[in-house]
């Protein structure tokens, strides 16, 4: 009942602000209240409602010379449209869809947050919906890390079946993407009035998330944490600070960390361990299929793939219907060399446009913008890393970032022409 009464709050608050539909659709996507919840939210369609309630408001937003349509609009406009056209030739037709379903709402919706988030109000705002919908997956998990030790393929967060945050990989890529974004906040926020509560809060929240990628046993949490701690020691300002932190938190894990967890992560770069060589030869495969099919098999095609791969040892390892198990060969095997294309320059522009807004002289006061692009660079850094192990290519969360770099470039624009 709780979960329903916040989220009628949040329906009536977008009446009165409409950026808050925008923060209402992230909060329902990202913490997933209608399959945590056995209240009336879980069987409304709470998505489209907020969905339908952003696409009415958009018509009716203020005209703003510094809030317009740029070229990240237009690939994302023509993503989608790509995207879409794949269906026509799908190699697996039910499953495509269903794919599509959700996955062209992730990618269509970033195309219109950017007209929201105006302020840093706008932005700060959007920026704690995401830390708090995102670590409230954490929290059970974290907990129960320090309690269990975790496990690999444990559900042990909110979501207790294997997708979206439910997925060990997942969650463990985007908890440690959540870590740049608690620092900001940390530093920076304004909206939370009591300044030490929002402190230690965001601490725990950090160190939770931490947990949670080293809990989830997922080798693509150590690698995202370990280029989280190498980008804060080298390109932050406060470098022997961020030095210190990861050292003691290095000698923490190494005292703590199991046997299991130990030689989970002992085998990344074993080239006989069965689950990473799958993954290789899913790729392998991926391009093989795109030379021969470059629009690609459109959603889920995944499916059909059958493939051999000799391995170190001398066995052969037979792999079939295994999933991409990485945002580019996922981008690339459904939807082509086009799509791949399209995905890619989102991600060059989104990187150009933070890194643009982070080395701007901002005006006095406003330096604060700077600091939000460089964190949310190093999110999109992560991300794009971790990503290269993890199928989650077509998942709203990298897409809200291209929405922050254009919001972000629309702000400084503004600020600049003062």
Known sequence: MFLTLVYMALLAMGFQASF????????????????????????????????????????????????KARAVTWITLLFGFWMTLTLFWAAVPGPALGKWDWAFKSVMFSALVPFFLRTRVHIEAMLWTLVISGIAHC??????????????????????????????????????????????????????PYKRAAKVMLGGFIALAVLTSIGTYARTGLIALGLLSALLIMRSKSKFTYLM???????????????????????IGDDTEGSAMGRVAVWLWTLDYVATHPWGGSFEVYRINVSKMLLADGS?????????????????????V?????????????????????????????????????????????????????????????????????????????????
């Open 338 to 418: 086009p799509g791949i294309i399209c995905f890619l320059l989102l991600a060059l522009l989104t990187r150009n446009a933070f890194a643009r807004v982070s080395k701007r002289i901002a005006p006095p006061g406003e330096e604060w913008i700077q600091d939000a692009a460089r964190y949310l660079l190093f999110t999109l850094y992560v991300f794009m890393a971790g990503g290269a192990f993890v199928g989650i290519g077509f998942q709203s969360f990298f897409y809200y970032l291209v929405a922050f770099g254009m919001a972000m470039t629309n702000l400084s624009n503004r600020m600049q022409a003062r």
């Open 20 to 67: 808050i539909f925008v923060l209402a659709y992230v909060w329902v996507d990202i913490f997933t209240p209608q399959q945590i919840a056995f209240s009336l939210i879980s069987s409304v369609p709470v998505s489209l409602i907020l969905g339908l309630c952003v696409f009415v408001s958009f018509f009716r937003l203020p005209k703003d010379a510094y809030v």
């Open 139 to 192: 929290i059970p998990f974290g907990f129960k890390v320090l309690i269990s030790g975790g496990g690999y393929g444990k559900p042990l967060g909110l979501i207790l079946s294997n997708h979206g945050l439910g997925e060990g990989s997942t969650l463990a890529l985007i908890s440690v993407c959540l870590v740049p974004m608690c620092l900001y906040l940390y530093k920076h926020q304004t909206l939370v």
């Open 316 to 336: 052969t390892l037979e792999v079939t219907g295994k999933a991409f198990h990485s945002i580019y060969f996922e981008v690339l095997g459904e939807t082509g």
């Open 245 to 267: 932190v990861v050292a003691i938190g290095v000698a923490i894990v190494a005292s703590i960390a199991s046997d299991q967890w130990i030689s989970r992560m002992e085998t």
